[in-house]
């Protein structure tokens, strides 16, 4: 049992530090407050073969809600900088913070490059606030 749980342990430490580092970015607007439209993702970074890359976004100070996300496919490949339109997310809600006039909350968008192994071979996120001290368009 011990010599299992090395090699998983050995699997997952190799695995993650094989996964390249993606760049994320992304601005939040007014029009994405309480809307099923998700805003324009740039990622950056991508490894050469990644085939699917999986987004989620999560509310930083209400961890319990679920904002959902998605998944994009190209069997052919994704190019190393690659744009997400906005409102490609399929199963997204977007920030609602009840308390937008003030502190708003702040929000984590993670997306996962994987390849057609189904390796993950990168991730990163970017954190933005979502208030109205923050959002001016």
Known sequence: MKKIFLTLLLLITTTELYAQTLNVD?????KHQCSKSSPELKVENI?????????QMIDLDMR?????????KNEAGFPATFTIAEGALQSYTGPCPPN???????????????DKQNNEVGKGSKKKTFSAKEVKE
């Open 47 to 55: 490894p050469k073969g990644t085939v699917e890359m999986r987004i």
């Open 64 to 72: 319990t809600f679920n904002h959902g996300g998605g998944n994009l």
């Open 100 to 114: 937008f006039s003030s502190f708003g909350h702040d929000y984590e968008f993670f997306v996962v490059a994987v």
């Open 26 to 30: 992304f601005k939040w607007m007014l």
